[in-house]
């Protein structure tokens, strides 16, 4: 808590305060910078307190700044277990959001298509998960500060916003459909026996983020809706060899479309 509040105050003197829409850009996603009015781009590096991101495309920058009269705080790049963070620094700087008066979090990845129903490029409303990863951010001596002690997770997915999402998407003529998003620890990729069991437990889409995050928001009571770009279809009787650049390359492909998609549902709340 020491730490979470040190950084707050970090950024409260660099003017970044009372907050009311967090984002959490994920791989290969980063168009929706362009789209609002930058004020302040911080290096994570300058941050005390933040974990460094280590992959090659993710841009480890925070990003505040306004839309539509409303502040906003983006993390250009996330963090994720497979680069040897824990569970709590994964989340840590959501803690930090909740703490500079956060009022709802947006949160977007890369995901691969279990459901083969859902086609490379699509935009995939996340309403549930399945949390597969080694460990929780939970975990530990509670911080009654933030929240209680064994959060709710009925509806993950703050039904109010998701419906903003749904409806703006249809204003815009965008596909977007409904999914369960399964998180794993990578960074492999899955086996084929892997996919099948994925689909067996009842997953649409597969990924390596976004549900610590998204655990850590619900136990602080901020309301979060997320969205997955599918970069790769995962059908395991036709199971090729994963290029990551494809994958950077899809991401890169729906990230404008995505973008929209949230500007217009953030300047709509």
Same mark, same amino acid.
């Given at each position: 808590?020491?730490?979470?509040?040190?950084?707050?105050?970090?950024?409260?003197?660099?003017?970044?305060?009372?907050?009311?829409?967090?984002?959490? @850009?994920? &791989?290969?996603?980063? *168009?929706?910078? =362009? !789209? #609002?009015?930058?004020?302040? /781009?911080?290096?994570?590096?300058? $941050?005390?307190?933040?974990? @460094?991101? &280590?992959?090659?495309? *993710?841009?480890? =920058? !925070? #990003?505040?700044?306004?839309? /539509?009269?409303?502040?906003?705080? $983006?993390?250009?790049?996330?963090?994720?277990?497979?680069?040897?963070?824990?569970?709590?620094? #994964?989340?840590?700087?959501?803690?930090?959001?909740?703490?500079?008066?956060?009022?709802?979090?947006?949160?977007?990845?890369?995901?691969?298509?279990?459901?083969?129903?859902?086609?490379?490029?699509?935009?995939?409303?996340?309403?549930?998960?399945?949390?597969?990863?080694?460990?929780?951010?939970?975990?530990?001596?509670?911080?009654?500060?933030?929240?209680?002690?064994?959060?709710?997770?009925?509806?993950?997915?703050?039904?109010?916003?998701?419906?903003?999402?749904?409806?703006?998407?249809?204003?815009?003529?965008?596909?977007?459909?409904?999914?369960?998003?399964?998180?794993?620890?990578?960074?492999?990729?899955?086996?084929?026996?892997?996919?099948?069991?994925?689909?067996?437990?009842?997953?649409?889409?597969?990924?390596?983020?976004?549900?610590?995050?998204?655990?850590?928001?619900?136990?602080?009571?901020?309301?979060?809706?997320?969205?997955?770009?599918?970069?790769?279809?995962?059908?395991?009787?036709?199971?090729?060899?994963?290029?990551?650049?494809?994958?950077?390359?899809?991401?890169?492909?729906?990230?404008?479309?995505?973008?929209?998609?949230?500007?217009?549902?953030?300047?709509?709340?």
């Amino acid at each position: 808590m020491e730490q979470i509040k040190e950084t707050r105050d970090f950024l409260q003197k660099k003017g970044i305060d009372h907050i009311d829409i967090g984002l959490v @850009l994920g &791989t290969g996603l980063h *168009h929706f910078v =362009n !789209l #609002i009015d930058v004020i302040q /781009k911080i290096p994570y590096s300058d $941050i005390p307190n933040f974990p @460094l991101s &280590t992959v090659e495309f *993710h841009k480890g =920058n !925070l #990003i505040y700044g306004k839309i /539509k009269g409303k502040k906003i705080l $983006i993390m250009q790049g996330r963090f994720h277990a497979y680069e040897g963070y824990s569970q709590q620094e #994964i989340v840590f700087p959501i803690r930090v959001m909740k703490m500079l008066g956060l009022n709802a979090l947006f949160l977007s990845n890369a995901a691969g298509a279990i459901n083969l129903n859902f086609k490379k490029g699509e935009l995939i409303l996340i309403e549930d998960h399945i949390n597969l990863q080694s460990g929780n951010p939970l975990t530990g001596k509670n911080i009654d500060e933030l929240g209680g002690r064994f959060p709710d997770m009925s509806e993950p997915y703050n039904q109010l916003l998701s419906d903003a999402l749904s409806k703006k998407a249809t204003e815009l003529n965008l596909s977007l459909k409904k999914g369960v998003y399964v998180a794993v620890n990578g960074p492999n990729l899955e086996t084929k026996a892997e996919y099948r069991y994925l689909k067996i437990i009842g997953a649409d889409m597969v990924g390596m983020s976004t549900v610590p995050e998204v655990i850590a928001a619900n136990h602080m009571q901020i309301p979060c809706a997320a969205i997955s770009v599918i970069t790769d279809e995962c059908d395991p009787a036709n199971l090729k060899p994963i290029n990551i650049a494809e994958i950077i390359e899809a991401a890169g492909k729906a990230d404008q479309l995505l973008s929209k998609l949230f500007s217009e549902t953030i300047k709509a709340l």
